[in-house]
């Protein structure tokens, strides 16, 4: 299976992004490359994200899975 590089987005201290993380390392464990970015390195991530994170963006594409989302929502957004 094909697995596109993700990015996710979060902050310290912010208990759903940990939440998000847990739900997406087993596939990390399974070779699904994702990084971890914090919303306050760039003004516009907080703009953006700032009420929605945590955010699962794919790299290629450009989508974005917002929080909550368990481990199947997660295989599949891979798999568009």
Do not use: K, N
């Not at 993380?21 to 399974?30: D, F, G, M, R, S």
């Not at 914090?38 to 963006?57: A, C, F, G, H």
């Amino acid at each position: 299976m094909y697995l596109p590089e993700c990015q996710l987005f979060g902050t310290l201290g912010c208990h759903l992004c940990e939440q998000a993380e847990a739900v997406v390392l087993p596939l990390v464990e399974h070779g699904l490359l994702v990084e971890l970015l914090d919303i306050v390195e760039r003004p516009e991530w907080v703009d953006d994200y700032s009420l929605r994170i945590p955010v699962l963006r794919r790299v290629d594409t450009g989508a974005e899975l917002d929080w909550p989302f368990e481990m199947d929502q997660v295989v599949r957004f891979l798999q568009r």
